[in-house]
């Protein structure tokens, strides 16, 4: 499994905690998808659910830096873009450094 490290600057813990918490929330509630013909995604039954796993306790007490774990191979580019959109709904995507950690087999 891989994971996405976020470093941020210094900034607002209540807002950097803020995003966290909704990001923790998000990745629980996104279903894996796959294409079907005609461009159309149906949902896997029977896979896991989510991107990635960021625990609400360690949203609670970021400070600086984030680790979004337990991303699939097949799943950290969409992982990261959503990241990015979101850090973006937060006001944050300048104040933070993506840094993505690759599990080499």
């Known amino acids: 499994m891989n ?3 976020l470093v941020f600057r210094p900034v ?41 796993t960021l625990p609400m306790s360690e949203a609670d ?13 097949s799943r950290i580019r ?3 873009r959503f990241i990015e959109k979101l850090l973006e709904k937060h006001f944050l995507k300048d104040d933070c450094e993506i840094i993505e950690q690759t599990e080499k087999a």
Do not use: M, W, Y
């Not at 996104?30 to 029977?46: M, N, S, T, V």
């Open 3 to 5: 994971s996405i490290k």
């Open 12 to 52: 607002d813990v209540h807002k950097l905690r803020n995003f966290a918490e909704d990001l923790s929330r998000s990745l629980e509630d996104i279903e894996p998808a796959r294409p079907q013909a005609g461009g159309r995604a149906r949902h896997l039954r029977g896979t896991e659910k989510g991107l990635g």
């Open 61 to 73: 007490s970021a400070v600086d830096v984030l680790v979004v774990t337990k991303i699939r191979t």
């Open 78 to 80: 969409r992982c990261r």
